[in-house]
């Protein structure tokens, strides 16, 4: 059975940085793309950043230049270093990765909370 786990939240005062780790089990597929998503208390969960196989990175709007998104091939391993955070970027963050037959998997989310 395929599972994400997350690790890495955690709360943080406005400015600091985080890095977050998702890392892939069980699955026998190629992995085709890894992403972070994030959902806000009242929000829809929106993309965060996404590096697909090549490694092709896609960044928010409002991450870019303050968010990295990496991945570790030999360890199924993709991280999201953050700095500068701001209050804004309190959320849930949810690990998603798509294979190669098309299904995507999703994390059971890890909270990052902004504030002093």
């Known amino acids: 059975q395929v599972q994400l786990v997350e690790s890495g939240g955690g709360l943080v005062q406005p400015g600091g940085s985080l890095r977050l780790s998702c890392e892939a089990f069980?699955?026998?597929?190629?992995?085709?793309?890894l992403g972070w998503y994030r959902q806000a208390p009242g929000k829809q969960r929106e993309l965060v950043a996404r590096?697909?196989?090549?490694?092709?990175?896609v960044y928010a709007d409002s991450v870019k230049g303050r968010c990295t998104i990496s991945r570790d091939n030999p360890k199924n391993t993709v991280y999201l270093q953050m700095n500068s955070l701001k209050p804004g970027d309190t959320a849930v963050y949810y690990c998603?990765?798509?294979?190669?037959?098309?299904?995507?998997?999703w994390g059971k989310g890890t909270l990052v909370t902004v504030s002093s």
């Open positions: 590096i697909i196989s090549g490694g092709t990175t």
């Open positions: 069980g699955s026998s597929d190629s992995i085709t793309a």
């Open positions: 998603n990765m798509q294979v190669y037959s098309g299904v995507i998997y």
